[in-house]
């Protein structure tokens, strides 16, 4: 917790100035006009006793923030589905009707659930740790002494400050405002911030952009505003994601090709054919469980769960899971270049005064410039360091900085010094007008003219790279309309960036995965397109003042495309340069750390904040890298395109099996024969051919370029796969009926179905891992081996009813096999070729 002593007035202590916050409607003094009147009562906040009866109450801001599902909830998410329900009635049946060896597909559904828990309570620790991490702890003023606390800790009537990029975190009125400027966009679709007077309604969920105050807790807990929203906006959730959808897609397909197939097959089995009863069970249960792909959920869920755990061990915090997943797909990055290319903390390098300023006085208007903003930006905090403040002015005035206007102001009153004009004539109009004096700090290229000669200097100091403020003096009060017209140019304050260390390299990856960057900032055009060439961006040459920036939808999406660096960008334009974007069919990703950067991060695609962004922009962003280090992105990308690319690829593994078992079926039924499979032999082969195999794939490395159209990608595949798998499987059983006579000749064609359809099925495993590394084709001769010690050692062929008998038939099994891995491998070039990889 840190804490701000505040003296008896509610100002800090020296050391950290800032002028006192003061009701904004009560009537001000004539002689100090920023101080409140005698009879106005500064505001201390709560006292620890009144805390402490309000806790007993009950009135605490008690809204459980949930960043992700609980145990009980993850439990129930994994044990209690559709298909564990189907598994688990045939699983009590086979316990009834047939051997042990019938009923291991159980036993795999629970291995299967119990992992997909783990994995999800493991990400559900690291996301509930890292959330704590990136806890926003608003400043709460108690016995007259600030200090942050955790949100849950507020209590009704507690005074909380406010500062630019501050999130309201509970309902409230203003106590305290001093040029308060509030954006609720979030809440009311308003685009405009509302200015907000003593007395005026503060609603959870809005965001300050300007100014600062404190307002009082009027509604705390599930009575605020924004209570049910907020909650459900910090769950880790698992929706709107291609990927998930897709499954979801599939599997209702599969749901429906199963049941009349399965009526089917059970009629077939059990009444028309007149066999053994508990042997028609065993073999009807054999063709409807593999027709579920049951692991292919778990498998999901298994991989989006490592991939948060991966993520959170470099800092970054995934709030929404399929967060990783559209980072992947992102074709357009857009970054602010401060705190994303270039880190928090900047260095004044020069003051050059203009027209005769006097140097040591235009060095005193910044010092006390930089001591009335309580809450300085960047860019103050460097003119701070470099011009200390020497308390002899008192601020009589202030303009909070806002990125519309790109500027702030302050007034003093100079008469408390004992060298007000210090000899400088400020450009002419020194403090021999007045002891009292106005002044704007902001972007040169708004503040003056078109035609001001300091232009020139000033764009040759941002085609190096600098940032350039301008010092002028206003001829009129802060408040009075259209303060920067006639302002006098006082001085140039050149600023120099620290570049990211790692900008460079992370650039360069983008530029290499074919994902096309956009920088999007409010400074100097010319200085950012500097920056950008610095760190060795594409097209940094190719800027443009988003002054000129074209207001037509269409034509803004084409002026996006052919620059890559934008200057003098306003809040509002960066949201509308990414509807712009994605009007033409690009997915975006924004990155950024201020305030103003709110509003594009929630319309785009893909929201990233920094750990020491703003609340409100760690509140909207999908993904917080809480390390502040813009060389994670890359890592986020390589999770979701690992989990896209892995999950496509055991997707086909899974449905070539649901295709062939489908068909199968089908054809027992037509052709009114014995059900070649016992859930045995189903079990050795899912598990050599899919589910060990799928396992390791579904987690290894994987660095294609992710790809849209999920389930006809997968149905392109898997469709003809499983055709040709049942098939070659078929014909093979059918000749075994012809070869095979007696009492074992069932078990005897049964053998030789197996061999064919495992070794079809491990065919089109050897397709699916490619390209092969060493361990790949470990993988894949391992399953080889694992089937071949089954028909070699005595008492697994018993365990699994497997016997080869004779040398013709399972030749004839092999060279069927072949066949259809020439099918295979045909089909999947041709497939390849005709709809693309």
């Not at 040591?360 to 910044?366: D, F, Q």
């Not at 992105?633 to 062939?660: C, D, H, Q």
């Not at 598990?687 to 370029?705: C, D, M, Q, S, Y």
Request: proline content about 5%.
């Amino acid at each position: 917790m840190t804490q701000r002593a505040l003296d008896s007035s509610g100002e800090q202590t020296p050391g950290h100035p800032r002028p006192a916050l003061i009701d904004a409607g009560a009537e001000l003094d004539p002689v100090h006009p920023m101080k409140p009147p005698p009879t106005a009562r500064h505001i201390g906040g709560l006292t620890t006793a009144e805390v402490a009866e309000r806790v007993a109450r009950g009135e605490i801001n008690d809204v459980p923030v949930r960043s992700s599902r609980s145990l009980t909830e993850i439990v129930r998410a994994n044990v209690f589905t559709r298909f564990n329900l189907i598994i688990g009635v045939l699983w009590v049946i086979m316990m009834f009707v047939a051997p042990i060896q019938d009923s291991l597909f159980g036993f795999v559904i629970i291995a299967n659930t119990g992992i997909g828990i783990i994995q999800e309570w493991r990400a559900k620790k690291t996301l509930d740790s890292l959330a704590v991490i990136g806890e926003a702890k608003p400043t709460v003023r108690r016995d007259g002494t600030a200090a942050e606390i955790s949100t849950s800790e507020i209590v009704l009537g507690d005074l909380i400050e406010l500062g630019p990029g501050d999130k309201v975190v509970v309902d409230g009125t203003v106590a305290e405002a001093d040029s308060l400027e509030i954006d609720e966009s979030l809440l009311t679709g308003e685009a405009d911030p509302v200015i907000k007077r003593y007395g005026d309604p503060v609603m959870s969920g809005s965001f300050v952009v300007a100014g600062g105050g404190a307002f009082t807790a009027t509604k705390v807990g599930r009575e605020a505003y924004a209570a049910q929203l907020a909650e459900e906006a910090s769950r880790f959730t698992l929706v709107h994601s291609e990927l998930r959808t897709g499954i979801s897609t599939i599997l209702k397909y599969v749901t429906w090709m199963m049941v009349p197939t399965a009526i089917g097959l059970i009629i077939s089995q059990l009444v028309v054919k007149d066999n053994n009863v508990k042997d028609s069970v065993a073999r009807t249960v054999g063709g409807i469980v593999p027709m579920i792909p049951e692991g292919l959920v778990l498998l999901t869920s298994v991989a989006f769960a490592i991939g948060v755990v991966r993520l959170g061990r470099k800092q970054c915090l995934v709030q929404e899971l399929p967060a990783i997943e559209g980072l992947a797909r992102v074709d357009v990055v857009c970054l602010d270049k401060t705190g994303t290319l270039t880190e928090g903390g900047m260095d004044v390098t020069e003051v050059r005064p203009l027209s005769g300023s006097d140097e040591a006085y235009v060095k005193r208007v910044l010092g006390a410039f930089g001591s009335s903003d309580p809450r300085p930006n960047a860019s103050l905090r460097a003119i701070v360091d470099a011009c200390p403040d020497d308390g002899r002015w008192r601020v009589t005035d202030s303009l909070p900085f806002s990125s519309a206007r790109k500027y702030s102001g302050a007034a003093f009153d100079e008469s408390a010094g004992d060298g007000g004009g210090d000899g400088g004539n400020s450009g002419g109009n020194g403090a021999e007008s007045g002891r009292k004096s106005s002044w704007l700090l902001g972007a040169p290229d708004v503040l003056l003219s078109d035609q001001d000669p300091a232009l020139t200097e000033i764009e040759h100091l941002n085609e190096q790279g600098l940032r350039v403020l301008l010092l002028a003096r206003a001829p009129g009060a802060l408040d009075a309309p259209g303060v920067a017209d006639g302002a006098v140019p006082t001085a140039l304050i050149v600023l120099e960036q620290r570049l990211r260390p790692d900008a460079a390299e992370t650039l360069a990856y983008f530029a290499d995965q074919r994902v096309a960057t956009k920088v999007i900032s409010g400074d100097n055009a010319v200085s950012v397109g500097a920056v950008a060439g610095k760190l060795g961006l594409a097209g940094a040459e190719n800027t443009l003042d988003a002054r000129r920036m074209p207001t037509d939808p269409d034509e803004m999406a084409t002026a996006m495309e052919e620059n890559a660096v934008f200057g003098r960008v306003t809040p509002q334009q960066k949201r509308d340069m990414v509807a712009a974007l994605q009007s033409r069919g690009h997915t975006v990703a924004m990155t950024g750390d201020g305030v103003n950067d709110v509003l594009a991060l929630k319309d785009a695609d893909i929201g990233v904040s920094m750990g020491s962004g703003s609340e409100a922009t760690r509140a909207v962003a999908q993904i917080v890298l809480l390390n502040n280090s813009f060389a994670t992105l890359p890592s986020v990308v390589a999770e979701g395109r690992r989990v896209i690319g892995n999950i496509t690829r055991v997707a086909t593994l899974f449905l070539t099996k649901t295709v062939y078992s489908v068909l199968l079926a089908v054809l027992v039924v037509c052709s009114q024969v014995e059900y070649p499979f016992l859930p045995r032999h189903l079990t050795l082969l899912s598990t050599l051919t899919i589910g060990v195999p799928a396992f390791f794939l579904a987690l290894a490395p994987n660095k294609e370029r992710a790809q849209p159209h999920f389930v006809r990608r997968v149905m392109r595949y898997a469709i003809p796969s499983g055709v040709i798998a049942a098939a070659a499987t078929f014909t093979t059983y059918l000749l075994a009926r012809h070869h095979y006579s007696g009492a074992d000749a069932l078990d005897a064609e049964t053998s030789a179905a197996t061999l064919t359809l495992f070794l079809v099925s491990m065919w089109v495993l050897a397709i699916i891992a490619r390209p092969y590394t060493w361990w790949r084709v470990c993988l894949v001769a391992a399953m080889g081996l694992g089937f071949l010690i089954v028909l070699v050692v005595p008492w697994l062929q018993d365990f699994f009813a497997l016997k080869l008998v004779g040398t013709t038939m399972p030749w004839a099994a092999v060279g069927i096999a072949a066949a259809g891995a020439v099918a295979l491998e045909f089909t999947w070039r041709w497939v390849g070729r005709r709809f693309g990889a």
